[in-house]
């Protein structure tokens, strides 16, 4: 039985808790203390994804101090890398962590966006909880490769380098860290967003929806689709990756991009993936909080329909050529459009000859009226827009 084994505080990542029972137990070798935590069984901890180890250390304490659904739960980023995984699989892993075996996830990205391995902390919360507890101790949400703040205080996380296979033969106790002042880094407009989303992926208790994917419609709505016009849109790997590289920069395009293909984007929106990383980048790149993406459907906007739409309300005739090109599209592309939502053709089918000339006078003030007026209209050619409001006019007075 192990005595004085410590009761993990809110939110500590399970290793740190042995890192204190380490300090409690007064050992100098590690080698005594893992004996002693294993009853000598070879068994490795400090992982991004538990094993057999909590199970282990559980059956060597008093029945009733811990459970392990507790432990998984609440002390270890398991619900975070099993947030995707369909029901089944979800199961199958924390039946196998229950009984002490491993979970049979091995492709988990470890590194931090600089390629580093480490472990991170905040140094406001190694202040608070050194108030509070009398002691500092490493949290498990801190310890998501790519979280950059702190959930609670917005501050850059401080990572101390570090290989977790390392961990499972030496105890760091965040004691043992001196801690540094707060980095004043400059934040990137993601930063904050992306913790959040990627907190409420441990934290809260969401699963994919069923039937639908919101990250689908959102990136359609964005405009991430491919420009082809077919009846079901398909998303395009190159603008999202574009955009990624924009939005996160190198190190992390590197890493969760770079290699993305139109495979993997259909795993991703019919919910197959099961690594949380890339759902995550991508929903916070198109401006989606976690309540949307596990929330009910939103209705997908074709952003090409709804440019179609505001030109076709505007009233203006633009010729077929005109009218494409004001939409970013090829001539082609706009009968495929309007086709596909069945809206009749408002603009002018047939190059027709016009060779008549009406020669119109006006003030400054007059032709600023009518320039701006254009303008407000879509800014199409000024000529163009006059003789649509002369020609709707006498088309009118004679109906
Ligand atoms: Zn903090």
Redesign the pocket.
């Known amino acids: 039985m192990l005595t004085y084994f410590p009761t993990p505080y809110p939110g500590e990542w399970w290793y740190s808790v042995l890192c204190r029972y380490h300090i409690r137990s007064g050992y100098n070798k590690y080698a005594t203390t893992i004996n002693e935590l294993y009853s000598g069984r070879k068994m490795v901890h400090g992982r991004l994804i538990p094993g057999g180890d909590c199970a282990a250390i559980l059956s060597n304490l008093p029945p009733g101090v811990l459970s392990i659904d507790d432990v998984l739960q609440n002390h270890t980023l398991l619900p975070y890398y099993t947030r995707f995984f369909l029901t089944d699989k979800k199961r199958q892993v924390w039946e196998a962590l229950r009984v002490g075996r491993g979970s049979g996830i091995t492709s988990v990205r470890t590194q931090m966006p600089d390629g580093t391995e480490g472990l991170k902390y905040?140094p406001?919360?190694y202040l608070l909880d050194t108030e509070k507890y009398g002691e500092p101790f490493w949290h498990r949400v801190h310890q998501i490769p790519l979280i950059p703040l702190?959930p609670?205080?917005r501050?850059p996380l401080i990572a101390v380098p570090i290989k977790f296979a390392r961990l499972s033969e030496v105890f760091l106790p965040l004691t043992s860290i001196h801690c540094q002042k707060s980095i004043s880094r400059e934040k990137a407009p993601w930063m904050e967003s992306l913790t959040d989303m990627l907190t409420a992926l441990l934290c809260r208790d969401y699963a994919p929806t069923v039937g639908y994917n919101n990250l689908h419609a959102a990136l359609i709505n964005a405009g991430y689709g491919v420009d082809k016009i077919s009846k079901y849109q398909t998303l395009s790997v190159e603008k999202i990756q574009e955009a990624a590289r924009a939005y996160y920069g190198n190190q992390i395009y590197e890493q969760y991009f770079a290699s993305l293909s139109s495979a993997v984007l259909s795993r991703l929106i019919s919910w197959h993936l099961s690594s949380p990383e890339r759902y995550a980048l991508i929903a916070v790149m198109v401006g989606m909080d976690s309540e949307t993406l596990f929330g009910p459907a939103i209705e997908p906007i074709d952003p090409l329909l709804e440019k179609l739409l505001s030109y076709k309300k505007a009233g203006v005739i633009y010729g077929k050529t005109d009218l494409a090109a004001k939409m970013g599209i090829q001539p082609g592309q706009l009968d495929s459009l309007a086709q596909k939502y069945n809206i009749q053709p408002f603009w002018r089918q047939i190059q027709q000859e016009r060779n008549r000339c009406i020669r119109l006078l006006l003030t400054a003030e007059e032709y600023a009226t009518v320039w701006e007026s254009n303008k407000n209209s879509g800014g199409g050619q000024l000529a163009v827009f006059a003789r649509s409001i002369v020609l709707n006019f006498c088309q009118k007075k004679e109906g």
């Open positions: 905040c406001t919360c702190c609670m205080h501050t």
